[in-house]
């Protein structure tokens, strides 16, 4: 399922109860219901994701945080952190001399809170130098989206198809709004209810009142947040290096079964070579920048493979996925990973 625009109210859920058929339907023409494989339910966790990246400058780490309070020693001066506001604290002394050594010890133990809300106590630095290294080793795990948050509390609709049953809930924190994602199920159909308020990374409030807006929200966060652009890459080196392919591909409706096996290949020479087995073919691609966005086309000649064709923004990219949309009357999607 994706998400849409029109807002599907907790009437026309209990409408829908009475007739499978017509809720099968009605999923893939009403603007408003994602489910958890929905592009916009994975933003919207990861905007509900811990704050992990404010005191970096004290654990290294944008995977997971230290739970205040605790102290820390730099420069011979142990700083008590309280709160994130003490953040600023190390900062300055950091920077209060270039003669030190500015080296961060941290008092331990301290309680560790990961990206996903879960909590460890780490007893001593032995500990905690294996927990750092072991996040290192997933430097393209998608991390939170920062320079958004969401003004709680806000409702959200549920329907299931598989019990036929409908309800609503509130939701009152980030934490809260994270594991309700978690835990949805897939034939679990939600809506949000707008207008929805939120603040952006310049402190400004905005009302958010469909889908398309929030899914927009998000990535003006996601271009312009410093706090999400800790690395920087260069988008035609990276799709340039390895094989590609596509886990997800929605155009009006899930397409991505269709192109299971397919490896793509993007050379320098802007020719892309898609590969399946013993067969290939091979299209055209290009990229530019226009209006400071990222343009992506396609250009293939077989029948399945042309369904691809188009000029693609781009939404976000790490090493290892890249993603891109193309938002018109339906938004589609089309997410390439290294294989």
């Not at 809300?117 to 294996?130: A, H, L, Q, W």
């Not at 809260?176 to 994602?181: C, P, Q, V």
């Not at 409030?205 to 998000?218: G, P, Q, V």
Request: net charge negative; with cysteine.
């Amino acid at each position: 399922m994706f998400p849409l625009k029109k807002y599907l109210s907790i009437a026309v859920l209990f409408f829908l109860l009475s007739c499978q058929n017509e809720m099968d339907e009605q999923v893939n023409t009403t603007q408003g219901t994602v489910t958890n494989a929905s592009p916009l339910t994975s933003y919207l966790q990861r905007v509900a994701m811990v704050q992990t990246v404010e005191d970096n400058v004290i654990d290294g780490s944008t995977y997971c945080t230290i739970k205040p309070p605790y102290t820390v020693t730099v420069n011979n001066t142990q700083i008590a952190v309280n709160s994130p506001a003490d953040y600023q604290k190390v900062i300055d002394n950091i920077n209060a001399s270039n003669s030190d050594d500015d080296v961060v010890k941290i008092n331990f133990p301290v309680t560790m809170v990961y990206y996903n809300y879960i909590e460890k106590v780490i007893p001593n630095e032995s500990d905690f130098n294996s927990l750092i290294n072991y996040w290192n080793q997933y430097p393209d795990l998608l991390s939170k989206i920062n320079g958004l948050n969401i003004n709680y509390p806000i409702t959200i609709n549920i329907y299931n198809s598989a019990s036929q049953a409908a309800s609503s809930t509130s939701i009152t924190s980030d934490k809260a709004f994270f594991n309700f994602i978690k835990d949805l199920t897939g034939s679990q159909y939600i809506s949000l209810q707008y207008p929805i308020s939120i603040v952006d990374y310049n402190n400004q409030t905005k009302s958010i009142t469909s889908n398309l807006d929030f899914e927009n929200a998000i990535k003006y966060a996601i271009d312009y947040c410093p706090e999400n652009n800790i690395v920087t890459l260069d988008f035609t080196n990276t799709i340039t290096n390895g094989s590609w392919q596509i886990p997800y591909y929605y155009a009006d409706s899930d397409k991505t079964a269709s192109y299971a096996g397919y490896s793509f290949t993007f050379k320098s020479d802007k020719t892309v070579i898609a590969s399946k087995g013993a067969s290939s073919e091979t299209g055209q691609w290009d990229t530019k920048l226009q209006n400071g966005v990222r343009e992506v086309q396609l250009n293939f000649n077989s029948d399945l493979l042309k369904k691809l064709n188009d000029n693609w923004k781009l939404f976000e990219f790490n090493n290892s996925l890249i993603r891109l949309r193309d938002v018109n009357s339906n938004t589609n999607y089309l997410y390439f990973e290294k294989n």
